[in-house]
């Protein structure tokens, strides 16, 4: 059972969500005190918590895989948001499948669809590439290269960098800065590179933030003006 959580405001989540993680025999947690306070403030008695993390998913993915083939009901959460994408629990799925085992996943929090209608940018046909490659190489010809409307996780401290990259490669590109999204300080601004690269420019930025950017200029449309 894949059990998405808010994003960020602990009231998003879902009546089918809050059943589920009451009814489970075990719950796989990203984050065992993070899935506590979501609990706790729901008032859902749940069975047992496990440890279920990027740094022990392939240990403890057989362990819950006997549990799931011995009858048991297991739950998967992650911290915030959909479980598997950019968040543990690949492994996990992936072995359930292989043994036959079935899986169900509930719909729930993203901030990936919440990101890409707030930017305003063009949302038919739209890339998301988790987050962003480290190495500023990668990064750049990534951005460069995206023929749709490009969905990104990025770090606070790498922000400034990437849009200074973006505003250099084509300060009038559009892109929309969202951070903290649900939360107390949710904030989405809005324009070009290179008025969001002044923006952030020397500032410290904290948060979880996501980066919608339009697709690239085609070739040699920003030499012709168009």
Same mark, same amino acid.
Do not use: W
């Given at each position: ?34 899935? $506590? ?41 992650? &911290? ?6 950019? &968040? ?6 992936? &072995? ?37 490659? $480290? ?34 490669? &084509?300060? %009038? ?12 300080? %949710? ?40």
């Amino acid at each position: 059972m894949v059990c998405p959580t808010p994003i960020g405001n602990l009231e998003d989540v879902t009546l089918r969500v809050l059943r589920m993680l009451g009814s489970a025999d075990v719950l796989a947690c990203e984050d065992t005190r993070r899935t $506590r306070v979501l609990l706790e403030r729901h008032g859902v008695e749940a069975g047992e918590l496990v440890s279920y993390h990027e740094h022990n998913e392939r240990r403890r993915a057989p362990e819950l895989l006997a549990r799931v083939q011995a009858g048991e009901v297991v739950a998967l959460v992650s &911290d915030a948001g959909m479980p598997v994408v950019s &968040d543990p629990g690949f492994v996990l799925v992936r &072995d359930c499948l292989q043994a036959g085992e079935k899986v169900e996943v509930l719909p729930g929090a993203s901030s990936v669809p919440v990101a890409l209608v707030a930017s305003g940018l063009p949302p038919a046909r739209y890339l998301f590439t988790g987050f962003l490659p $480290r190495k500023r190489a990668e990064r750049a010809r990534l951005l460069a290269g995206a023929p749709e409307t490009l969905v990104a996780f990025e770090s606070p401290g790498r922000l400034g960098a990437t849009l200074e990259m973006l505003a250099a490669e &084509d300060p %009038e590109r559009r892109v929309a800065v969202c951070r903290e999204l649900t939360k107390l300080h %949710e904030e989405v601004l809005r324009g070009t590179a290179a008025e969001l690269a002044e923006h952030f420019r020397g500032r410290r930025t904290r948060g979880e933030i996501v980066l919608v950017v339009a697709a690239a200029a085609a070739p040699g449309a920003r030499s012709s003006g168009a």
